[in-house]
C-alpha cells in the first residue's frame, strides 16, 4: 500500500481527505495551516482539516512556513503527497521527492482559472460550466501536466457556496479514481497550453464591490459569485450595504444605473448598465445583521424609495 501525505486546510479538502480515508488508502500525514483566530472573540479555531484528521486519529503537522519545516514531512517517506486548498507554495525538495511525484485537486478546469480563487471566478464571469483538474504539482502557479478532469455544470441559481460544495465532491471521486492510474503508471500527462491560461486571483475588497453600470446579468453573476463570501456589497444613503442575494429582472426600466425603480413587501429591484434590473431579497445594512428585504422594510419602508440611486 502507497504512503500518502495529504495536505489541504479548508471546508473544500474534506470531502477529499474522507474519500482517501474510506478507499482505504494509508494516509501517514495530515498537513494542514496553523490554528488561528476566528470570530470576534478571536477563538483560536483549527481548519476544518485538522478537525477530520482528528476524528479519524491521523497524524497532523501545522507549519506556519512549509519552506521552513518541509524535511518533518519527507520524514514520514511518502509515496505520493496530494494536496487540495493547502494554502502555501510547495517548495522544490516537496514536489521531486515522493517517487510517485506531488499532485493538486484544483477546482478548474486548467488551464482556465488558475490561482486561488476559481470558484467564485467561474460564475463572476458566468461560465455555464467548470470542474475539477488532477494535475501534478509545478513550481509556476497550476501550472502542472494534467492527469484528469471532470466538468461540472453551473446553474443560473448556483453560487460560490453550492458550487464549491459540487466541486469537493466531485473532486473527492475523481481523485479515488485516478490514483490506481498513476500508481500502475498508466496515467495520461498532458501539458497546459499556455496561450489557453487565465487567471483567478484572490479576491480583493475593491472587487466586492457592485459596479451598477454593468449589464443585469454581470451584476447577478456578480452577487452570485461572491455569495456567501466574502459577498457583494453597495453604498445606500453614505453606508455600506451587503447585497446577499438577489435575482435577475429582465423587465426594462427607464432609471439611472444603481437607481431603486420598484419596491414591495419582499424585494427591492435596482435598475443596471443595460437598463434591466436585479430584484434584491437579502441584505445587511450597515451596523446591522444580515436579513431579508421583508425583514428591512417593516421597519424602513419610508426610507427605501424609487429614485434612490446606489453606489457612488
Known amino acids: 500500500m502507497k504512503r500518502i501525505v495529504f495536505m ?24 494542514t495551516q496553523p490554528d488561528r483566530p476566528k470570530g470576534r472573540k478571536k477563538v ?49 525538495q516537496l514536489l521531486t521527492s515522493p517517487p510517485f511525484g506531488c499532485i493538486n485537486v484544483h477546482a478548474s478546469l486548467l488551464p482556465e482559472l488558475r490561482g ?40 443560473d441559481d448556483d453560487h460560490a457556496g453550492s458550487l464549491h460544495d459540487k466541486l469537493s465532491e466531485v473532486g473527492a471521486n475523481l481523485l479515488v479514481d485516478t490514483l490506481p492510474t498513476i500508481f ?22 475593491e472587487q466586492e464591490k457592485i459596479d451598477w453600470q454593468q449589464p443585469h446579468d454581470t451584476v447577478y453573476n456578480h452577487i452570485r459569485g461572491l455569495h456567501p463570501w466574502p459577498g457583494a456589497f453597495t453604498t445606500y444613503e453614505g453606508n455600506v450595504m451587503k447585497i446577499w442575494w438577489g435575482e435577475k429582472d429582465a423587465n426594462t426600466y ?13 424585494a427591492f429591484v435596482v435598475v443596471c448598465g443595460d437598463q434591466k434590473g436585479v430584484r434584491i431579497t437579502e441584505i445587511q445594512p450597515a451596523g446591522k445583521k444580515r436579513m431579508a428585504v421583508s425583514q428591512y422594510l417593516q421597519g424602513s419602508r419610508d426610507r427605501l424609495q424609487t429614485g434612490t440611486v446606489m453606489g457612488d
Open 8 to 31: 489541504g486546510t479548508p471546508d473544500f479538502s474534506v470531502p477529499i481527505l474522507q474519500s482517501l480515508i474510506e478507499s482505504g488508502h494509508d494516509i501517514v500525514l495530515t498537513v
Open 254 to 266: 427607464a432609471g439611472t444605473p444603481g437607481e431603486i425603480v420598484h419596491v414591495d413587501q419582499t
Open 44 to 92: 483560536m479555531t483549527p481548519p476544518p482539516v485538522k478537525v477530520e484528521a482528528e476524528r479519524h486519529g491521523l497524524p497532523i503537522l501545522q507549519p506556519e512556513k512549509i519552506k521552513n519545516d518541509y524535511e518533518q514531512i519527507l520524514a514520514y517517506d511518502p509515496d505520493i503527497i496530494i494536496t487540495a486548498a493547502y494554502g502555501q507554495i510547495l517548495p522544490q
Open 116 to 155: 486561488g480563487a476559481p470558484i467564485h471566478y467561474a460564475i463572476l464571469q458566468g461560465k455555464k460550466e467548470t470542474g475539477i483538474t488532477i494535475m501534478y504539482m509545478a513550481e509556476s502557479l497550476d501550472a502542472g501536466d494534467i492527469i484528469s478532469q471532470r466538468k461540472v455544470s453551473i446553474a
Open 184 to 205: 500502475n503508471g498508466e496515467q495520461s500527462r498532458i501539458t497546459q497550453d499556455e496561450d489557453l491560461a487565465t487567471y483567478a486571483y484572490n479576491i480583493k475588497r
